[in-house]
C-alpha cells in the first residue's frame, strides 16, 4: 500500500526572520544577534538539499501537516538553538527539528558584507498525496472579537453616520474570515500574534477605516488589516436595524482545527 503513495514536501525556509534581540553570551561570543532584514542584513542561504521521510506515524494517520521552526544561523553556517515553535500534529515536530539541524548556510551578511549571526523561521510543509484524500488536514482558526472602542462615550450616532459601539448597539460578528497573510504569520510566531485595531462595519457587513491600535509588528498588523478588509461580517445593528458600526477589533491565533 505504502508503495503506491506519492509524498511531496513542500518546505519553505527562506529569508523570513523574527525579531532576535538576544544577548551576545546567548550564542557563545561578543557579537549581538541581528535581526533579518533590518539594517541591510541580508538573509542566510542554504548550502545543501535535505530529505527527510515522512513520519511513519503521519503515514499510518494519514495526516498531512506543518511545523514552524526557529534557529539561530552562526557565522559558520550552521544551524543552532532550533526549536519547534508549533506543529499542526506533535508527529511532525521531530523530523522537522532533524530536518532543519542538517542544513548547512552561508551566514547572514551585513551591507558591508560581514558575517553576523542571526535567528530564522521556517514553515515547513508536510503535504501527504494519497487517494482518497485526507479528510483531516488542519487549518488555522482565528479569533475575532468586537468591543467598544476606548474613546466611546455615547450611543449617539456621529456627524459622519457611523455608531460608536456601545451597550445599546449589537456588535459585527465575524461570518467568513478571508486571510491575506495573518494566519501564516501568526503561525510562525511564538504566542498567538493578537492585533487589537480599530474598524468600521458598514450597514452591508463591509469593512473599512482601519487603524492598528497594537499589533507585535508592522508585518503582522499589515497582514491583519488586508485580511480583515476582504472578510466579510455580519453588521451591527440598533433595536432590530442594521447599522454602520465603528468599533475595537481584537485578532489572535487560536488553534488549528480539521478542514471540512
Not at 518546505?11 to 539594517?39: K, M
Not at 539561530?72 to 530536518?99: M, N, Y
Not at 558584507?113 to 521556517?122: A, D, L, N, Q
Request: charge should be positive; aromatic fraction near 8%; charged fraction near 20%.
Amino acid at each position: 500500500m505504502r508503495s503506491l503513495l506519492m509524498l511531496l514536501f513542500l518546505i519553505a525556509l527562506g529569508p523570513a526572520g523574527v525579531c532576535a534581540q538576544q544577548s551576545a553570551s546567548s550564542v557563545g561570543s561578543d557579537r549581538p544577534v541581528y535581526e533579518i532584514g533590518v539594517n541591510g542584513v541580508k538573509a542566510p542561504v542554504p548550502l545543501n538539499q535535505v530529505q527527510l521521510l515522512f513520519p511513519p506515524e503521519a503515514l499510518e494517520k494519514r495526516i498531512s501537516g506543518k511545523c514552524a521552526v526557529s534557529f539561530l544561523v552562526d557565522l559558520d553556517g550552521h544551524p543552532k538553538q532550533v526549536k519547534v515553535i508549533r506543529c499542526t500534529d506533535p508527529v511532525f515536530a521531530e523530523s522537522s527539528s532533524s530536518w532543519v539541524k542538517k542544513y548547512r548556510f552561508t551566514p547572514a551578511t551585513t551591507q558591508d558584507g560581514k558575517p553576523v549571526p542571526v535567528i530564522s523561521t521556517s514553515v515547513i510543509n508536510w503535504d501527504l498525496y494519497v487517494f482518497p484524500k485526507p479528510e483531516n488536514i488542519p487549518v488555522v482558526k482565528v479569533l475575532c472579537e468586537f468591543g467598544k472602542p476606548a474613546s466611546t462615550t455615547s450611543s449617539a450616532v456621529g456627524t459622519d453616520g457611523v455608531y460608536s459601539l456601545s451597550d445599546a448597539v449589537t456588535p459585527p460578528r465575524l461570518v467568513q474570515f478571508s486571510d491575506d497573510g495573518y494566519q501564516m504569520l501568526a503561525f510562525e510566531r511564538p504566542g498567538n500574534s493578537p492585533c487589537d485595531m480599530l474598524l468600521t462595519i458598514d450597514a452591508n457587513g463591509k469593512a473599512s477605516d482601519p487603524q492598528n491600535v497594537n499589533c507585535e509588528k508592522p508585518k503582522l498588523a499589515n497582514a491583519a488589516t488586508k485580511s480583515l478588509l476582504d472578510s466579510r461580517f455580519q453588521p451591527g445593528s440598533l433595536k432590530g436595524v442594521n447599522v454602520p458600526v465603528r468599533a475595537s477589533v481584537h485578532l489572535e491565533f487560536v488553534s488549528f482545527v480539521a478542514s471540512k
